[in-house]
C-alpha cells in the first residue's frame, strides 16, 4: 500500500516560489539544500520532509532544473 503525502497550501507555494528563485540563478537545484531551507522556515516533519523533497524534484524538473543530491546523508554529489 503506497501512502501519498500531501504539502498544506502554504508549504506547496513556499516550494514554488523557493524553485522559481533558484531557477532563475542557477539550472541546478540541490534538492536536500532546498528542502532543508523550506523545512526551516515551516514547521514540517521527518514525514512531511519527503513531500517536500518529491516536490522539489518534480518542481525543478517542469523548470528544466538539474537536480543534485548534494545534502544527501552519505554526502555524494550527484546530478539526475
Same mark, same amino acid.
Given at each position: 500500500m503506497t501512502m501519498r503525502l500531501q504539502l498544506?497550501?502554504?508549504v506547496q507555494r513556499e516550494v514554488e516560489q523557493t524553485i522559481r528563485s533558484k531557477a532563475s540563478q542557477s539550472l541546478v537545484i540541490d534538492l536536500y +539544500? $532546498?528542502?532543508e531551507e523550506i523545512r526551516?522556515?515551516?514547521d514540517v516533519g521527518e514525514v512531511d520532509l519527503d513531500a517536500v523533497i +518529491? $516536490?522539489?524534484a518534480r518542481l525543478a524538473a517542469q523548470c528544466g532544473c538539474a537536480v543534485e543530491?548534494?545534502?544527501a546523508k552519505t554526502g555524494n554529489a550527484q546530478s539526475a
Amino acid at each position: 500500500m503506497t501512502m501519498r503525502l500531501q504539502l498544506s497550501d502554504e508549504v506547496q507555494r513556499e516550494v514554488e516560489q523557493t524553485i522559481r528563485s533558484k531557477a532563475s540563478q542557477s539550472l541546478v537545484i540541490d534538492l536536500y +539544500a $532546498t528542502a532543508e531551507e523550506i523545512r526551516s522556515r515551516h514547521d514540517v516533519g521527518e514525514v512531511d520532509l519527503d513531500a517536500v523533497i +518529491a $516536490t522539489v524534484a518534480r518542481l525543478a524538473a517542469q523548470c528544466g532544473c538539474a537536480v543534485e543530491l548534494g545534502g544527501a546523508k552519505t554526502g555524494n554529489a550527484q546530478s539526475a
